[in-house]
């Protein structure tokens, strides 16, 4: 079902749906795991922004599954290390709020930290980077390329 609990669409649940039926771009069909699935963020200007999504609808950490959370655990450093080397960064942040209208399912942002990344971009702060205007946004074909390379690094 793609509606929360108080009937607010979810736009997250329906990107699950589209996967589900073979339909997404690479970028937004990098890894689908048992539980989760490793999308690029369609609107960043930080190339390799990664999202770790829930595959079913929950709304709050506490509701995932022991199963949901330890796979989410081992997911978390593998596509940490998979970032390190697919973009160079020096480490990731790892962030979930699902506060957003449009997204209040569960999913984890996986942020390269670069290492010439400005102090006004770091920490909290990483997130001017995220609900930027179109031409600011990470090409589709760069997302593409950096799905393609990630996918392979987590299936070595």
Known sequence: MSTTTDATPCLTCDLVR??????????????????????????????GWLVLVARRHVVAIDELTDEEAAELGVLLRRV????????GCVKTYAVQFAEQA???????????????QPDDRRGPRV???????????????????????VRRLLAG
Do not use: Q
Request: cysteine-free.
């Open 102 to 116: 449009e997204h209040p399912h569960v999913h984890f942002h996986v942020i390269p930290r670069m290492a010439a």
């Open 80 to 87: 940490s290390a998979a970032l390190r080397v697919a973009t």
């Open 127 to 149: 997130f001017a980077y995220l609900g930027v205007p179109d031409e600011e946004r990470v090409s589709e074909e760069r997302m593409n390329a950096i799905a393609v390379e």
């Open 18 to 47: 589209r996967r589900d039926r073979g339909e997404a771009p690479p970028w937004d069909n990098i890894v689908r795991t048992a539980h989760w699935d490793i999308v690029h963020s369609y609107n960043t200007s930080l190339p």
